[in-house]
């Protein structure tokens, strides 16, 4: 009779269940990037405000406190896709430094 040897899990699952199987480290690896893109963002959102705050305010009517609240909003979906779309290249900074550390870290762990 002739062993049969399975070495991956997509030989299990077939093409189909193969899609299902995700390794660990990749799901943590998002989850780091999605955090210093969200980091970079409230960054960039502070950064804005505090330019915005440097700005004369003109006009024969003062903001009123929708306006404001408008404006946050705005400022925060801005740096959202900013933070995204590549943002100072801050998100990627601390990735690479977090990714390092955890690195180092899980091979301290393991036996």
């Known amino acids: 009779m002739n062993s049969l040897q399975i ?3 997509q030989q299990i699952l077939g093409s189909s269940g193969a899609s299902m199987v995700k390794p660990r480290s990749v799901d943590k690896d998002a989850k780091l990037k999605e955090a210093c893109r969200e980091m970079e963002s409230v960054f960039l959102n502070i ?16 903001q009123s406190s929708g306006e404001e609240t408008m404006q946050s909003m705005l400022d925060s979906e ?7 779309a590549g943002g ?3 998100a990627d900074m ?3 430094q977090l990714a390092e550390r955890t690195n180092m870290t899980n091979k301290g ?3």
């Not at 801005?78 to 995204?84: E, L, R």
Request: hydrophobic share 35%.
């Open 88 to 90: 100072m290249g801050l």
């Open 78 to 84: 801005v740096t959202k896709n900013m933070a995204k």
């Open 47 to 62: 950064l804005l405000q505090q330019m915005r705050r440097t700005v004369p305010k003109e006009g024969l009517l003062e």
């Open 94 to 96: 601390l990735y690479r």
């Open 109 to 111: 762990q393991a036996p």
């Open 7 to 9: 070495k991956e899990p």
